[in-house]
Structure formats: C-alpha cells, structure tokens
C-alpha cells in the first residue's frame, strides 16, 4: 500500500502530515539557505524562505521567526536557547485605518527590515529580536531581552529594551581571541576593539 497516498485521501492524516511539516520538519529545500550542520530543535514556527542559516549553528525548541518581508540572517558557530522570537517587521498606523486593517501592502516603506546575527554569538532563553537589530560578532544576549537596537561585538546585554551590560573580555583577550579564530582579513583591529568600548561608555 503507497503511504503517501493513504496520507493523501485521508483527512485526519493529512492534517497530522500538514503540522509536522509546519512544526517539526527543518526541510532544507524551504529556506533561503541552510547549511548540512545546522541543528534546530522542534518546534518552532518560520516562515523559511527569508531565512539564512550558517555552518554549526543550534536553535533550541519553540522558537518563532516571522520574516514575510526581510530576512533572517544567522551567521557560523552560533548557539540559540529555546524560545527564541524574531519579528523583522512592524505594525504600521495609517489615518482612518483600523490596526487590524491594514495588510503589509498597505504599509509604508521601512516598517520591515533584516535582522542579522553575526558569528560566534550566545542567545539566551525567551530573547526577542526586533526589526533592524544586529548582533555584533562575540556578544551574549541575556535571558528574556527584548533586543530593538544593534549589539556591539563582545559585549553582554540583557534587560528589557536590552542595554550593554559589560564586554566579555579587555582589549587584549579580544584580541587573541580574534587571533584564534579568525583570518587577518577578518579580524577587528585594536583601534575598531577600543572605539566600540569607548563609544558604549563601559
């Protein structure tokens, strides 16, 4: 007996078959991109095609990325506890319109944009990102942040709107561990390292 077809004249099967693929199934061919390495763990609701996921990144469970209109950028070697939430875009309010009226056509330019997480970043449980937002190469985002203005690189935020807390390490450990892992080309400079410090006042 063909099993897709049992599937496919059975309603009941179908709706089961219809919400695991939703929820439980990463199927590659859906996203922007994906890459082999990558470990999501269900469920977690996306709206696959503006999502572009990197080498040897994890997502924990129940997380909810919303990109209709903007992507979703996850860059290598980052880590994503469970409960994650993206929104890359707004709500818009327009004269003479109920909220709840207006579609995304209607909406005008700039209420949607790209979220970027850069390489070698640890998200906490229950963070939300919101449109527009960066996540700088080496940060940590605190438990239950709401993040809705760029991270710098190796700094600590948390709280709700997120704030820097603190960098991770002093200018020399980033350097060296900068050193470590990345190629010349790629590396922050002493100079770019102190101005990002120095420009967060820490």
């Known amino acids: 007996m ?24 990463a199927r590659r061919s859906k996203f922007g991109y994906i890459a082999h390495s990558v470990r999501i763990t269900p ?11 990197y080498d040897n990144v994890g997502i924990g469970p129940n997380s909810f990325i919303s990109t209709p209109n903007a992507k979703v950028i996850i860059k290598e070697n980052t880590t994503i506890a469970e409960g994650l939430t993206i929104h ?3 709500h818009a309010r327009v004269v003479g319109r109920f909220v709840s009226d207006i579609t995304d056509k209607d909406k005008p330019k700039g209420y949607d944009s790209d979220v970027v997480i850069e390489s070698d970043v640890w998200i906490g449980s229950n963070v939300t990102l919101l449109a527009g937002v960066t996540v700088g190469r080496g940060a ?20 709700v709107p997120a704030k820097v807390l603190k960098f991770y390490w002093d200018v020399d450990s980033i350097i060296k561990h900068e050193e470590l892992l ?9 100079e770019e390292i102190e101005m990002i410090i120095r420009n967060n006042n820490i």
Do not use: E
Not at 4 to 16: A, D, E, P, S
Not at 144 to 153: L, Q, R, S
Not at 182 to 190: A, C, D, I, K, T
């Open 140 to 159: 940590t985002v605190g438990a239950g942040a709401v993040v809705n203005k760029d991270v710098p690189p190796y700094s600590i935020v948390g709280g």
């Open 182 to 190: 990345y190629n010349p080309s790629q590396r922050f400079s002493r």
């Open 43 to 53: 469920p977690y609701t996306m709206h696959k095609k503006n999502i572009y996921i």
């Open 2 to 25: 063909n099993i897709r077809k049992t599937i496919t004249n059975n309603r009941f099967l179908r709706g089961i078959w219809k919400l695991w693929g939703s929820y439980f199934s």
């Open 88 to 90: 890359t875009g707004n």
